[in-house]
């Protein structure tokens, strides 16, 4: 019963939808009917412009939150087992971490210029804090004893990175990689808009200057269909890597 | 060689005040020897072991070993289990010879044999939260014993054990202890256990805590624990207990941090 609520309610909202846009209650310039939208989409889905701008968007959000969400990582796992990294590094995070990344990508084409790795590089600033924040507080809420035991059986190094510090943090830096993810796909869809003539996000800023709406929607369903399947992803992913988290 | 514990003292500061966990303790323990520790709750029983493991330094005082090629290896059981939830049971039991560089078959294969030897065959591939609290605290003694410690120093391992399985269990532990004789040092809060297991029994008094006397349970080795009944320790235990009885009434009335 449960499972079917939500398509249930999808429906029912599409099929309102729908009868308002072809009755004339809404505008169907602005508010195409989903029939429309279907079509079009399934038109888009036959081109090769379409392919080659999902393209562009995906390497840029793999690039961004592989070097970002990375340096995040590493970064997490150093400031998480010194404390005097922690101590001089926290201040200069809790200070960039709020700035709206998309504020920043006007300094960003004045160092990196006006190309693919500016806006990569905008992408990995924002993938870079959530990994950051959350595989530092995954280290530090590593149990004391847990600690303790690594201290007296000798691990030290590599060794105690990867049998203690990684995987004890492991379960928050899922969450991290999912909310980097996240926004990295926000940013990414954002810059193209700014600034890319390839893309999902090109292409929604084009739709909505020459007023083809069912393209923008039909786009956004795209985009909401990539968050669906990277989220779904790192689901799997999650249960795959903790197979110790059966039971809390 | 010995193992020498020469006044050492021991406090916790914080904002919220200062605990004063250990007063000069001093007592001397040999290599071959099983040694128990009892006392009331609080009294700085596991703050002992983690000063012998070497995992927090006194305020005063000296720990000194005597004899082993230096330092000798010391391995902690701690009080809860503290195995990892990310490690099979096997990895976990492993831990220690891992990073002792043994090599991944022949620790696994040390690891799972001494996990035979606990009546955990079993489990070898199972994560720790699929155990209970019995077989998870036999884990972790198996995790200490397969590293062969010179010092083993054990905190209420079969706390979490029934009467039965943790009779089997104390005999099955003395058979591994006979088997290469390393120092033990063993925290209980059953003066019957420390008697039954120990060669010494020393009796600490309440916080900050002070090794108040000894006791020398009159049983021989090897010991017989489950074919029959130990009449000859109710002295002993009459006395610890009454040893005790004092700092025990005083601790469950209100206490005041010293600060
Ligand atoms: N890390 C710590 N920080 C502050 N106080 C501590 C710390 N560890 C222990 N203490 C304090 O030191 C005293 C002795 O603690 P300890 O754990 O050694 O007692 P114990 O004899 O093992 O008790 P139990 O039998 O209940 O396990 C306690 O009063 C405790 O509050
Ligand atoms: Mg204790």
Redesign the pocket.
Known sequence: MERWLPPALLLAGLALWEVAARAGWISALFFPPPSAITLTLLRMLGSVDFWAGLGSTLMRLTAGVLIGGGAGLLLGWLMGVSRPLRVALAPLVAALHPLPKLALFPIVLVILGIGESSKVALVALTAFFPMLLNTLAGVQQIDPTHWEVAANYGATGGKLLRRVVLPGSLPMTLTGLRLAVNGALVVTIAIEMLSARQGLGATIWLAWQTLRTEDLYATLVVIGGLGLASNQLLESATRLLLPWKGKP | MHLSVFHITKA?I?PRGT?S?LADVTFTAFQGEFVALV?P????????LRLVAGLLAPDSGQIDFTGWPQPPKRRLVF?DHALFPWMTVADNVAFGLEMDGIDRTDRRQRAIAQLESMGLAGFADHYPHELSGGMKQRAAIARAFVTQPDILLM??PLRALDAQTRLVIQEELLSLWERRRPLVLY?T?DIEEALLLADRVLVMSG?P?QVRAEVTPPLGRPRDLTGRAHPEIEESKWQIWKLLEEDVRRQIQPQRVTS
């Open positions: 916790f914080s605990i966990a006392g709750s609080g009294c700085g029983k596991s703050t002992l009080q905190d209420e925290v809060h916080r805590g």
